[in-house]
C-alpha cells in the first residue's frame, strides 16, 4: 500500500528492467573478463613467437659463424697436412734417391773385389786386356810401346811376347801401373787402359744406365 508521499517507480508496475540491467551488466563483465584473456592470450602468444624468432635468428647466426669457423679451421688443416704431405714425398724420393746411389756403389764395389779376385786367379787374363786394347786403336803407326805392370810384363812375355815382337811392338814395364791394366803410346795415339781407368768408365757406364732407366 503506497501513501501519498510514495515516489512512483515503474516497478510499482512490475516491470522488470532492474534485473535485465544486471544480467547484461553481467554478460558485460564476462564479455570484459573474455576480452581480456583473449587479449592475453594474443600479448603471450606475440611474446612467444618474437622470443622463438629471435631464438631462431640467434641461433642460425650462431650455427653459421661456428660451420663457418669450422669450415676455416678444416682448410688450415688440410692445407698444412697437404705441406706434410709434399714435404714427406721429396724427403722420401731423396732417401730413395740416396738408397739407391749406395746400392749401386756397393755393388761396383763388390764387383770391384771380384774382378781383382779374378785377375790374382787368372794372371793370364791379361792377354784378353792387352788384345782388346790393342784392337781399340783406330791405327796403328810406329814406333808403338805396350807398358805393362812388371809381373804381367813377363808373363806376357812369356805367352805371347814372339807375336808382339813379330808386330813391332816394343815391351816396357812401369811399376806404378796396377796388374790388369796397361798403356799403349803409339806415334798417333795415347790409350790408358789401366785398371783404374777401365773400372772407372765402367762404374760410370752402370751409373748412366740407370739413371736413364728412371727417367724414362
Same mark, same amino acid.
Given at each position: 500500500?503506497? @501513501? +501519498? !508521499?510514495?515516489?512512483?517507480e515503474m516497478t510499482s508496475f512490475g516491470d +522488470?528492467?532492474?534485473?535485465?540491467?544486471?544480467?547484461q551488466q553481467a554478460e558485460e563483465k564476462i564479455t570484459q573478463t573474455e576480452l581480456n584473456a583473449i587479449r592475453e592470450a594474443a600479448r603471450s602468444e606475440a611474446y612467444s613467437a618474437a622470443y622463438q624468432e629471435a631464438y631462431q635468428a640467434g641461433y642460425q647466426e650462431c650455427?653459421?659463424?661456428?660451420?663457418?669457423?669450422? &669450415?676455416?679451421?678444416?682448410?688450415?688443416?688440410? @692445407?698444412?697436412?697437404?705441406?706434410?704431405?709434399?714435404? !714427406?714425398?721429396?724427403?722420401?724420393?731423396?732417401?730413395h734417391q740416396d738408397i739407391g746411389q749406395e746400392f749401386v756403389q756397393l755393388a761396383l764395389d763388390f764387383a770391384n773385389v771380384l774382378c781383382q779376385a779374378h785377375l790374382e786367379i787368372h794372371p793370364e787374363a791379361i792377354l784378353d786386356i792387352v788384345n782388346q786394347a790393342i784392337?781399340?786403336?783406330p791405327s796403328i803407326s810406329?814406333? +808403338?810401346?805396350?807398358?805393362?805392370?812388371?809381373?804381367?810384363?813377363?808373363?806376357?812375355?812369356?805367352?805371347?811376347g814372339d807375336k808382339l815382337q813379330?808386330?813391332?811392338?816394343?815391351?816396357?814395364?812401369?811399376? &806404378?801401373?796396377?796388374?790388369?791394366?796397361?798403356?799403349?803410346?803409339?806415334?798417333?795415339?795415347?790409350?790408358?787402359?789401366s785398371y783404374?781407368?777401365?773400372?772407372?768408365?765402367? =762404374?760410370?757406364?752402370?751409373? @748412366?744406365?740407370?739413371? @736413364? =732407366?728412371?727417367? =724414362?
Amino acid at each position: 500500500k503506497q @501513501t +501519498a !508521499f510514495q515516489r512512483w517507480e515503474m516497478t510499482s508496475f512490475g516491470d +522488470a528492467r532492474p534485473a535485465q540491467v544486471e544480467r547484461q551488466q553481467a554478460e558485460e563483465k564476462i564479455t570484459q573478463t573474455e576480452l581480456n584473456a583473449i587479449r592475453e592470450a594474443a600479448r603471450s602468444e606475440a611474446y612467444s613467437a618474437a622470443y622463438q624468432e629471435a631464438y631462431q635468428a640467434g641461433y642460425q647466426e650462431c650455427r653459421a659463424n661456428g660451420e663457418r669457423e669450422m &669450415h676455416e679451421k678444416t682448410d688450415v688443416t688440410l @692445407t698444412q697436412l697437404e705441406q706434410l704431405r709434399d714435404q !714427406f714425398s721429396h724427403q722420401l724420393q731423396l732417401a730413395h734417391q740416396d738408397i739407391g746411389q749406395e746400392f749401386v756403389q756397393l755393388a761396383l764395389d763388390f764387383a770391384n773385389v771380384l774382378c781383382q779376385a779374378h785377375l790374382e786367379i787368372h794372371p793370364e787374363a791379361i792377354l784378353d786386356i792387352v788384345n782388346q786394347a790393342i784392337q781399340s786403336l783406330p791405327s796403328i803407326s810406329q814406333p +808403338a810401346q805396350l807398358i805393362l805392370n812388371p809381373e804381367d810384363l813377363a808373363l806376357v812375355r812369356e805367352l805371347n811376347g814372339d807375336k808382339l815382337q813379330n808386330e813391332a811392338w816394343r815391351l816396357s814395364s812401369d811399376p &806404378h801401373l796396377r796388374r790388369g791394366g796397361c798403356r799403349i803410346e803409339t806415334a798417333k795415339n795415347l790409350l790408358d787402359a789401366s785398371y783404374e781407368s777401365r773400372w772407372e768408365q765402367l =762404374s760410370q757406364g752402370v751409373k @748412366t744406365a740407370l739413371q @736413364t =732407366s728412371k727417367s =724414362s
